[in-house]
């Protein structure tokens, strides 16, 4: 009897046809792999980079303005009130342009995952009082802005026009400023109060997730 004798090309063929199938479902493989570690990346411990400049150059500005405002009170009018005033009302103005930025940041951003030992409850609380803490910013910034009569110059280098006159709007902007200033203190406190307890009672470094 003739064996059936299978022709070169198509023996030549077959390698390569096994060949490819095992290399597609290899790819295949390594691409549900790679789906895979994306969906079991683990959440980070510490904040992006950007959200802690943000925080950390808004708390120095508000220390500063916090302290600044109290001392101007208690300062006669003159050389130093007016230093201290236009200085205050410079950085305002750097908070007035980056705090949209903040604001977008924190809407997109990735939030690290929760500390251990903290209970969905308080994670609702710090939540809430995050949201009270930046529409206190919000209308300290505006309302400082807003009740300055006739402008003022940024830094010394240029002036920066103010929409309203010297009147009962500006009096009115101003007790809402100083009542929104008297509110982001109080927020402030609490804030350092909760890292105070969370990083030396609690214990669960709460302070490396925005160093």
């Not at 290899?26 to 895979?36: H, T």
């Not at 200085?87 to 997109?108: D, Q």
């Not at 807003?146 to 009147?167: A, R, S």
């Amino acid at each position: 009897m003739r064996a059936n004798r299978m022709p070169p090309a198509a023996m030549q063929c077959r390698p390569h046809t096994g060949e490819a199938l095992s290399m597609a479902a290899s790819d295949a493989r390594s691409g549900r792999l790679g789906f895979n570690r994306l969906q079991r990346r683990p959440a980070r411990d510490r904040y992006d980079g950007l959200a802690r400049f943000f925080h950390w150059t808004f708390a120095a500005c508000i220390v500063y303005a916090s302290v600044a405002g109290y001392t101007l009170t208690r300062l006669a009018n003159g050389p130093v009130h007016h230093f201290l005033s236009q200085l205050n009302m410079s950085i305002g103005t750097v908070l007035i342009v980056l705090f949209p930025f903040r604001a977008g940041w924190k809407l997109v951003r990735a939030e690290p995952r929760a500390m251990h030992g903290v209970s969905a409850r308080q994670q609702l609380l710090a939540h809430g009082v995050h949201g009270v803490l930046y529409l206190t910013m919000f209308a300290v910034l505006a309302s400082g802005f807003l009740m300055v009569p006739n402008g003022y110059t940024f830094l010394g280098l240029f002036e920066i026009h103010t929409p309203f006159q010297k009147g009962p709007l500006t009096d009115a902007l101003f007790a809402v400023h100083r009542a929104s200033c008297a509110l982001l203190a109080g927020l402030v406190v609490l804030h350092v109060l909760a890292v105070v307890k969370h990083q030396w009672i609690a214990r669960n470094d709460v302070l490396r997730r925005m160093l």
